[in-house]
Nanobody, 115 residues
Framework: QVQLVESGGGLVQPGGSLRLSCAAS????????VGWYRQAPGKLRELVASITGGGRSKYADSVKGRFTISRDNAKNTVYLQMNSLKPDDTAVYYC?????????WGRGTQVTVSS
């Protein structure tokens, strides 16, 4: 059974940093593309960043230059380093992967950027 568990969210002031983690079980993460998504109140869930099994990454325009996605295959974990955070980054952040046609999501971690 595939399970994804996000952690690392919290309250941070504008300009601050957080590192989110997505730990997987029941799947060899290294073989699959993993995405970080976020959903703010009243808005649709959006893709923030993704990384392929080979390590190629892509980012939403709104986070380019501020967020970095990475993976540690030995720990079966994907990270999202978030710097220069803005109030607009406030959302619940989810990680996602797809295996054999099924989508898997974690429960999310809340990120709040506020002074």
């Amino acid at each position: 059974q595939v399970q994804l568990v996000e952690s690392g969210g919290g309250l941070v002031q504008p300009g601050g940093s957080l590192r989110l983690s997505c730990a997987a079980s029941g799947i060899a993460f290294s073989f699959y593309e993993v995405g970080w998504y976020r959903q703010a109140p009243g808005k649709l869930r959006e893709l923030v960043a993704s990384i392929t099994g080979g390590g190629r990454s892509k980012y939403a325009d709104s986070v380019k230059g501020r967020f970095t996605i990475s993976r540690d295959n030995a720990k079966n974990t994907v990270y999202l380093q978030m710097n220069s955070l803005k109030p607009d980054d406030t959302a619940v952040y989810y990680c996602n992967t797809r295996k054999t046609g099924s989508d898997y999501w974690g429960r999310g971690t809340q990120v709040t950027v506020s002074s």
